[in-house]
C-alpha cells in the first residue's frame, strides 16, 4: 500500500479526470497519509496552455507531488513531468478521489499510451496543433 505521498489528478469542475491534461479546470492533489488514506485536499488553478508549456510541472512538484493520475497526456507533457519527479501513470477516467483511492490499493495500473497529436481550439479563434 501507498503511503505518505501527495498525488495530483487533472479535474473537470465536477472533480471527473480530465480526458486531456493541458485543458483542465485545475488540479487535485491528494495528501496521503500513513494509513493510506487521503487526509485532504488541495485545488490549484491550471495554467492557460498545452500542460507541456506551462508551469505546472513545477508548481506541483513545489508542493510536494510525486505521482499524476491522468486520462489523456501526450508525451511533451510526461517528459516535463517526469524532469520534475512526478510519475505519470496514464489512461485513468472517472471520479478522481475514487480513482486515488484504488491506486494506493495498487488497482490502477498505467495504460502506457500517450497523445500524439491534439489541436487546441481557442476562444479567440486561433488554434493550434500540438505534436507530443
Do not use: W
Not at 507533457?77 to 478521489?97: K, P, W
Not at 499510451?113 to 493550434?128: L, N, R, V
Amino acid at each position: 500500500m501507498i503511503k505518505n505521498m501527495k498525488i495530483a489528478v487533472p479535474v473537470t469542475n465536477n472533480n471527473q479526470i480530465d480526458d486531456h491534461f493541458g485543458h483542465c479546470e485545475s488540479y487535485n492533489i491528494y495528501n496521503i497519509i500513513e494509513n493510506g488514506e487521503i487526509s485532504g485536499v488541495e485545488n490549484v488553478p491550471s495554467p492557460q496552455g498545452c500542460g507541456c508549456k506551462s508551469n505546472i510541472a513545477g508548481v506541483l512538484a513545489a508542493k510536494g507531488v510525486s505521482i499524476m493520475l491522468a486520462g489523456g497526456i501526450g508525451g511533451g507533457a510526461i517528459n516535463v513531468l517526469n524532469y520534475s519527479g512526478i510519475e505519470v501513470v496514464r489512461g485513468c477516467s472517472g471520479d478522481a478521489a475514487e480513482v486515488v483511492k484504488l491506486f494506493v490499493e495498487g488497482s490502477v495500473l498505467d495504460s502506457g499510451s500517450s497523445c500524439q497529436q491534439h489541436e487546441h481550439h481557442h476562444a479567440d479563434g486561433q488554434d493550434h496543433v500540438c505534436n507530443h
